[in-house]
């Protein structure tokens, strides 16, 4: 039974607020339109004389009233062309998740409100509901649109590590508040007001950039500044109206739920930017990220004592069962999340391949420690001509009967070592910021299938990330991780260690089968101090043989 929604009322009042700046904006259009309709019909009726004086006022106006109808017309034919922004999801049609499909039209039900018309997943912690009933996107999928669309139900959008972490239960109580919107999202002026709403922001969008649109710009941008408190309030008042109706379904099971949700999105932060990020820098995409969001809270809960018990959640069921084919699924939301938070094609290609978490350790980690120290020892390599050019005044390089430096860890710790180390590692870090600056622009992938994007995609603009994980990393840091690299690759080749995958923490070295996480901080003095003993006391005690060449790639 529905109870008092005072949210409701409030989202509908603003709605109306929202509305009525529409139509004060029609009313100036129409204006000027009046003004010469009644001078017209004054001198037809006699009311107004004849005179030179009122007939050049009725002309201007006349030739004002054409202006600003010309005008109000392009306005309005854009905003009801331009096609709103879409946020890139993956579809989940019904066939696909009967089981999902019927949890949220039962849940719906129990809440009194219109079950959302599809799901999607979104590779991100977070669900909402979008409408997708304008007719730009139906001309845009090969839809006709239709009368019926303007009143379908929006869109249930579910954050993919949702499902793969949470238990049903667990989820059904987190959608409630979600699936309640669809009841004040039904409201015809409340709808009426968001279309509006998004049509402005489009229209803004459409005439970015375009000289020719530049009034249409101003006019959308000014309409926007005049309803966009009156909008936020509306949607502050369809949240509470929500959260007021969704009281009454699992109430207490929701503020576990909640809990859940901070972890997992701790969970899949750490896997993105430490475990997800270095596989894509080397066009590689982790084709199970959201089960590996479950190893990752598995392994957080292991260390950490405030998440003491959630492992033990495991032997329920997960939501991911709802779905029919959840690895399928998985791959097509681990594939999208690299496409939003790095970049890349669409489809996989050369260059762009999926990778399984049981090869990640050989083909991401070992060649990420190669490609590092490749990259460390060619820099090293420049900073030794330029050192030679600069002492012998006429050579360029070492001479035609020098023997060429081995990329050893040895050569490493006696260039950054000591009092001069610290003006070498500077200027090392400026030589690597800048390689990995120019392996980036020419990283474009113009010949992978799928990189071109067509103009008319409404989910990604281009090959660019719409949420870069990462900021640029510092030479420094740059340096710490090439140094870190090359110890790893000398360890593997001379003292049996072995790549290895930390949930958390990314890439991981084995010795005897542990991880050795005290590697950084000897690196850290070496870079940071010009200490190198740490350093060379930790290879020591692995049995590494600082002066034996690595294998690079």
């Not at 994980?469 to 740059?478: A, I, K, M, T, V």
Request: include cysteine.
């Amino acid at each position: 039974m529905a109870v008092p929604e005072t949210g409701a009322h409030a989202a509908r009042t603003r709605a109306l607020a929202v509305l009525r700046v529409r139509s004060a904006a029609l009313a100036v259009a129409l204006l000027p339109a009046a003004a010469a309709v009644v001078l017209l019909t004054g001198r037809l009726t006699g009311h107004i004389p004849d005179g030179s004086g009122w007939e050049t006022l009725r002309g201007a106006v006349g030739v004002l009233a054409v202006a600003v109808l010309l005008l109000a017309a392009a306005v309005a034919a854009v905003v009801a062309r331009a096609r709103p922004a879409l946020s890139p999801t993956v579809p989940i049609p019904e066939e696909t998740a009967p089981d999902l499909y019927r949890l949220v039209r039962d849940l719906a039900d129990r809440l009194d409100v219109p079950a959302p018309s599809a799901i999607a997943l979104t590779p991100d912690c977070d669900s909402w509901l979008e409408d997708r009933t304008h007719p730009a996107h139906a001309s845009a999928r090969g839809v006709l649109p239709s009368r019926g669309r303007a009143c379908a139900a929006p869109v249930l959008v579910i954050g993919s590590p949702f499902l793969w972490w949470m238990r049903v239960a667990e989820l059904r109580a987190l959608l409630a508040p979600v699936v309640a919107g669809t009841g004040p999202s039904a409201h015809p002026d409340i709808a009426a007001a968001r279309r509006f709403v998004r049509g402005l922001d489009a229209a803004v969008a459409v005439a970015a950039g375009r000289p020719a649109l530049a009034f249409v710009g101003w006019a959308a941008r000014l309409l926007l500044r005049s309803c966009r408190g009156h909008a936020a309030e509306m949607e502050r008042g369809v949240a509470a109206a929500a959260s007021e109706r969704a009281q009454t379904v699992d109430y207490g099971l929701r503020i576990v739920a909640q809990e859940q949700v901070g972890l997992a999105y701790a969970g899949w932060d750490r896997l993105l930017n430490r475990v997800a990020l270095p596989a894509w820098r080397m066009g590689r995409w982790p084709s199970r990220l959201d089960a590996g969001v479950v190893s990752a809270l598995t392994e957080l809960s292991r260390r950490d004592r405030l998440a003491e018990g959630f492992a033990s959640r495991l032997g329920e069921r997960p939501a991911c069962d709802l779905l029919e084919e959840p690895g399928v699924i998985d791959e097509a939301a681990s594939l999208l999340a690299a496409r939003l938070f790095h970049g890349g094609p669409q489809e996989p290609g050369p260059g762009w391949s999926p990778v399984a978490w049981s090869q990640y350790p050989e083909e991401v980690v070992d060649r990420k420690w190669r490609l590092e120290a490749a990259r460390l020892h060619r820099v090293l390599d420049v900073v030794d001509d330029l050192a030679s050019y600069g002492a012998a005044g006429a050579l360029t390089g070492p001479g035609p009967d020098a023997t060429p430096a081995a990329p050893t860890v040895a050569r490493v710790l006696e260039r950054l070592s000591g009092p001069a180390g610290s003006g070498l590692g500077e200027e090392l870090g400026v030589r690597l910021s800048a390689e990995v600056a120019r392996e980036a622009a020419l990283e474009e992938r113009p010949e992978y299938p799928g990189a071109a994007v067509p103009a008319s995609d409404p989910r990604c603009d281009g090959l660019a990330p719409l949420f870069p994980l990462q900021p640029p990393r510092s030479g420094r840091e740059l340096l710490t991780d090439h140094v870190t690299a090359m110890v790893c690759c000398a360890a593997v080749d001379t003292a049996g260690a072995v790549p290895g995958l930390d949930w958390l923490d990314g890439p991981a070295l084995l010795v005897g089968g542990a991880r050795r996480a005290d590697l950084v901080r000897t690196v850290l003095s070496l870079v940071e101090e010009g200490d190198g003993e740490p350093l060379r006391a930790w290879l020591g005690e692995v049995g590494v043989r600082s002066e034996k060449p690595v294998r690079l790639v």
